[in-house]
């Protein structure tokens, strides 16, 4: 059974920074591809980034390029989201997801078949 279990949410103010982990237990973590996604009130899931079996691969939103990075740990099982200069745009809760297919469309929230229940972030103007 695929668990993934999020931490490391929290208040912060804007330009703050906070790391987020998502460690999975279940699968062979090394040979998927992983996501974090967020969804704000009233909106649809987004995409954030994303990050390749072997991390040489690394995708990112628009909206957070220059600013979150995705890393890996294989040996913790483990996938993070380093989120600096944070914005209130950035309050959502953030999810972590298992990819298994490999498309080109890391992007696509129905790419993803595991997810986490999510942790909350909060960026205070």
């Known amino acids: 059974q695929v668990q993934l279990v999020e931490s490391g949410g929290g208040l912060v103010q804007t330009g703050g920074s906070l790391r987020l982990s998502c460690a999975a237990s279940g699968l062979t973590f090394s040979r998927y591809r992983m996501g974090w996604f967020r969804q704000a009130p009233g909106k649809e899931r987004e995409f954030v980034a994303a990050i390749g079996w072997i991390s040489k691969t690394t995708y990112y939103a628009d909206s957070v390029k220059g600013r979150f990075t995705i890393a890996r740990d294989n040996a913790k099982n483990t996938v993070y989201l380093q989120m600096d200069s944070l914005k209130p745009e950035d309050t959502a809760v953030y999810y972590c997801?298992?990819?298994?297919?490999?498309?080109?469309?890391?992007?696509?929230?129905?790419?993803?078949?595991?997810w986490g229940q999510g942790t909350q972030v909060t960026v205070s103007s």
């Open positions: 997801a298992v990819d298994p297919y490999f498309s080109s469309r890391y992007y696509a929230h129905d790419e993803y078949d595991y």
